[in-house]
């Protein structure tokens, strides 16, 4: 009995070790990974898009940020105007007759989209969303234009202009990057006074903080649904714990007048960033985060490192606030999807669509899905870079390249065996709708 018994186990073992070796993923894919990757892709082009961050617009609406690109800026190779993709997208949005954007060409395509601008109305870009097969667009705007849908278009509004409230001629006078965003940020302070009805600065801390919370209930209730933070472009995105009296002191001593010295900005900072985090979390409103590379000459990229933000993020009195870091921490990605294991915390592709190509793409996508599929969206970053090369071709690009590099990261995982082309598929819609709709809760 107790030679069968042994015999008995150790076929069992020996069929436990058959089923796992054939289960267990491969490090290299089959022969068949082109026919696998096209028949994810057919089925991937047809799953209806979320985006989660974009700058819809016509190129002259200065609403469409509440930054400006510093002149001079140097561009990546993919973003030039030589790229023959952005000629493609022309020709597959506008039926665009010619192969370069040559000054005499590229003005067919820039009357066609001021007529469009002129024209009035929701329709236009309606169509462009409907031409990329993308459902729901997030936009990220000082305010949400009348051309835009807001069926379709969401708005996201900024917030860091409530960290700028002093006397900010020295740090304007920084760099030149800082000399074209800080006016912005108090431009778009005055606009938000304007709107609650303040006349100057409150008298002391609580009165701006409380024109602070109620400027955020009313986007809230005028449809913004997520506040955006560019802090990155300004300072670390370390933010400390600021006990407020010491917030206190350094609003009496400076809210009349006065310039506060760098430190005694960033104590203040740190304080009022977490009034709007806490804000944030009462109203039940995501807060979104630049983490990633910037735009200017001076933009640090040890400042936007998503890990500075790891002591807000991991924080248990805002467990409740939904934190999405756009951009991907690019090109901190891995850290990135590692911040994504606290349950609130997500991140997406934007920005990286059309920075980098669909094979670098692929395998940043590979490995966000290999660890945490759940917490990962599609976006897209459209925006205009000039008048021939808008939104709409920068929409067109990114939707391309995420719906290529997924369907070829999907293609090599179910390749090596990691899950079936069923279970592909399933995470496909995860990540280019049901997250994003799940999160804002736009789930149908």
């Keep these: 009995m107790k030679h069968l018994f042994h015999f008995g186990a150790a076929l069992l073992f020996g069929f436990a070790c058959a089923t ?39 190129p002259d609406d200065s609403d469409m940020d509440a930054m400006a690109s510093p002149p001079g800026e140097s561009t990546v190779l993919r973003l030039r105007d030589t790229n023959p993709e952005f000629v493609a997208a022309a020709k597959a949005l506008f039926g665009y007759p010619f192969d370069d954007f040559k000054p005499e060409h590229a003005k067919w395509l820039i009357d066609k989209k001021k007529a469009a601008e002129a024209a009035g109305g929701t329709a236009y870009w309606n169509s462009i969303l409907d031409k990329m097969n993308i459902e729901t667009c997030l936009a990220n705007r000082v305010a949400l234009a009348p051309y835009l849908d807001p069926k379709r278009f969401h708005w996201v509004f900024f917030v860091d202009s409530f960290l700028f409230p002093f006397d900010n001629h020295e740090q304007a006078a920084r760099n030149g990057d800082m000399g074209v965003y800080i006016p912005l940020q108090e431009k778009v302070l005055q606009r938000y006074m304007k709107q609650e009805s303040v006349n100057g600065l409150p008298a002391d801390l609580a009165g701006y903080e409380a024109f602070v919370r109620r400027t955020l209930a009313e986007n809230q209730k005028k449809g913004g649904v997520a506040m955006k933070f560019e802090a990155a472009y300004f300072r670390s995105l370390h933010f400390a714990d600021l006990p407020r009296e010491k917030a206190e002191a350094i609003y009496s001593k400076y809210h009349a007048s006065g310039v506060p010295t760098a430190e005694e900005y960033r104590l203040f900072q740190d304080y009022i960033f977490r009034v709007l985090i806490d804000q944030a979390g009462k109203l039940k409103l995501p807060v979104h985060f630049h983490s990633a590379v910037g735009i200017g000459d001076y933009f640090s990229l040890r400042n936007g490192n998503p890990l500075n933000l790891e002591n807000v993020l991991r924080d248990p009195r805002y467990s409740n606030v939904k934190f999405v ?49 759940e917490k990962i969206m599609f976006a897209s970053d459209a925006f205009p870079f000039n008048d021939a090369v808008g939104a709409e071709e920068t929409f067109w690009l990114a939707v391309r390249s995420a719906r290529t590099a997924a369907a070829a990261a999907l293609a090599e995982l179910v390749a090596e065996g990691a899950f079936t082309e069923e279970k592909a598929i399933e995470l496909a819609r995860l990540y280019l709708h049901d997250n994003a709709a799940k999160l804002y809760g736009d789930m149908k």
């Design 325 to 373: 870091l756009i951009h991907g921490g690019y090109p901190y990605t891995l850290d990135m999807i590692w911040l994504t294991a606290a349950k609130n915390v997500y991140t997406d592709s934007s920005l990286m669509g059309y920075y980098v190509y669909p094979s670098e793409l692929k395998n940043i996508l590979k490995q966000w899905i290999s660890l945490y599929p």
């Design 20 to 58: 796992t070796a054939q289960a267990q993923a491969r490090p290299l894919p089959g022969a068949d990974l082109q026919k696998t990757y096209d028949r994810l892709l057919k089925q991937i082009d047809r799953i209806p898009i979320y985006d989660n961050h974009s700058h819809a617009t016509f």
